[in-house]
């Protein structure tokens, strides 16, 4: 079974601080990762994935994450953040070794960026 | 950018009433989806669906849901005689292959509304 977490409800960060939003999973076998990005009344927009490689992923708007096999996270990071960077984060994890193609999406974490 | 696209954006309708959710996926995608989000909750996988019939669904997609694609463009949800527990709002997805290893593109979703 593919599970994922995302513990923080939100996340606050002050304009040009880093910032880290959180991701850890559960599979029985290698997985696939995803970030996606929604912002108000607008669908899921992708970020980045991980599939294979170097762990640490490049995606849009300067996102970074880094997949970690021993702690079984991916956090999404950004160097510098932006006040448009405001917006609801889903991580989400699919599992190699099992026979679903659909990954499974965390609940979403909460970016507010203050000026 | 090519994008999804959902109708209507917003949807209220009485308990036991049909109501049909539709997207137009992304024009040269092959396989689509419905998710469904209850307000503050996960993202929920409902279906998948290719080449004409449903690839994957999940225990959430029971008999009071059907999908169709009526035609070469739109892609559209069903359900039979809502509840109030399927208030909720429904995102269509869209990715050119298999999503294991493809990202999804999102539309904006239907907020449905049951009174």
């Known amino acids: 079974a593919q599970s994922v977490a995302q513990p923080e409800d939100q996340v606050n960060v002050a304009e040009g601080n880093p910032l880290t939003v959180k991701c850890t999973y559960s599979v029985s076998g290698n997985p696939y990762l995803f970030w996606y990005v929604q912002y108000p009344n607008r669908g899921l927009q992708f970020l980045l994935k991980?599939?294979?490689?170097?762990?640490l992923v490049k995606g849009s708007y300067g996102f970074e994450a880094e997949f970690n096999k021993s702690q079984t996270s991916f956090h999404l990071k950004k160097p510098s953040a932006l006040v448009s960077d405001s917006a609801l984060y889903f991580c989400?994890?699919?599992?190699?070794?099992?026979?679903?193609?659909?990954?499974?999406f965390g609940r979403g974490t909460s970016l507010i960026v203050h000026p | 950018e090519p994008e999804v696209t959902q109708t209507p954006s917003h949807q209220v309708t009485q308990m036991g009433q049909e109501v049909i959710l539709r997207c137009v996926p992304i024009?040269?995608?092959?396989?689509f989806y419905w998710y469904r989000q209850i307000l503050g909750q996960k993202v929920e996988f409902l279906v998948s669906?290719?080449?004409?019939?449903?690839?994957?669904k999940s225990e959430i997609f029971d008999d009071q849901f059907s999908v169709e694609r009526p035609d070469g463009s739109n892609f559209t949800l069903k359900i039979r005689s809502t509840k109030l527990e399927d208030s909720a709002m429904y995102f269509c997805?869209?990715?050119?292959?298999?999503?294991?290893?493809?990202?999804?593109?999102f539309g904006p979703g239907t907020r449905l509304t049951v009174t």
């Open positions: 989400a994890v699919r599992d190699l070794s099992g026979g679903s193609y659909i990954p499974t």
């Open positions: 997805a869209s990715s050119e292959a298999r999503t294991g290893a493809y990202e999804q593109y």
């Open positions: 991980y599939i294979t490689g170097d762990n």
């Open positions: 669906f290719y080449n004409n019939e449903i690839s994957e």
């Open positions: 024009s040269n995608h092959l396989y």
